[in-house]
């Protein structure tokens, strides 16, 4: 059964705050039909976002495998064959980065919400994301700009890969009693079988 409570993590990094996105970036999710959970802005410490990124123990190995699998697919060559080797200085970058200034943290909820917002955001490499979505619409870096210049791609967004992802980010930025349950008129029209009680 499809779970309608189903809850992602959703990060406005630093480069969108900077960038004045903060409602365009909103808007895509409330107007998909999800609905927001929990919302905060604040100033990340450095361990703050070392941990947010290596809840997941496997991280550094997936973060280097798609770096060189994307270089690989241009007929690039990656800064280093060994996907661990390539994580540090990426972590180190994203530490910078989404400790630079503000960032809003935000809970969404709906049916697939982790799949919806991923679908949304968009592909990590902005320069190779689709056209419609937050990363393919409102920037325009590289891997290869980034790795040159020894920094993390700023790609406005961040959004949980999976629900067990999901989870361990949502209590790692919010306490329980932060994150609203509530109820929109329009989850009838969502998620309701019969739309009884429309007309008089
Ligand atoms: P996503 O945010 O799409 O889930 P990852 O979890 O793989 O992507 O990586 C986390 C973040 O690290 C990315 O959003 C991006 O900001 C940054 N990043 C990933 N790979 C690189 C890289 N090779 N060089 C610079 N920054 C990177
Ligand atoms: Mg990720």
Redesign the pocket.
């Known amino acids: 059964m499809v779970n309608k409570s189903e809850k992602t993590l959703v990060l406005i990094?630093p480069d969108a705050v900077q960038r004045t996105l903060i409602g365009e970036i909103i808007q895509r999710f409330e107007r998909i039909g999800l609905k927001l959970a929990a919302m905060k802005m604040t100033v990340a410490s450095g361990d703050h976002i070392e941990k947010h990124?290596t809840l997941d123990p496997e991280?550094r190995r997936?973060?280097?495998e798609?770096?060189i699998k994307?270089y690989k697919e241009k007929g690039q060559n990656p800064?280093s064959e060994d996907p661990i080797e390539?994580?540090q200085?990426?972590?180190e970058?994203?530490v910078k980065?989404m400790s630079a200034g503000p960032l809003i943290a935000m809970v969404w909820e709906g049916a697939h919400a982790v799949k919806i917002v991923?679908k949304l955001?968009g592909?990590?490499?902005p320069l190779a994301s689709d056209v419609g979505t937050i990363?393919g619409d409102y920037v325009l870096d590289s891997?290869e700009m980034?790795?040159t210049d020894g920094?993390?791609?700023?790609?406005l967004?961040?959004?949980?890969?999976s629900s067990e992802e999901a989870e361990m980010e949502i209590n790692h930025w919010f306490s329980q009693n932060e994150i609203i349950s509530y109820r929109l008129v329009q989850d009838e029209i969502l998620y309701d079988v019969n739309l009884d009680g429309i007309l008089d």
């Not at 920094?151 to 790609?155: F, L, M, Q």
């Not at 967004?157 to 890969?161: D, F, I, K, L, T």
């Open positions: 990094k990124y991280w997936k973060v280097g798609k770096t994307n800064p390539i994580s200085p990426v972590l970058g994203l980065f991923r955001v592909g990590t490499e990363r891997y980034s790795d920094r993390a791609i700023r790609n967004v961040h959004a949980s890969g």
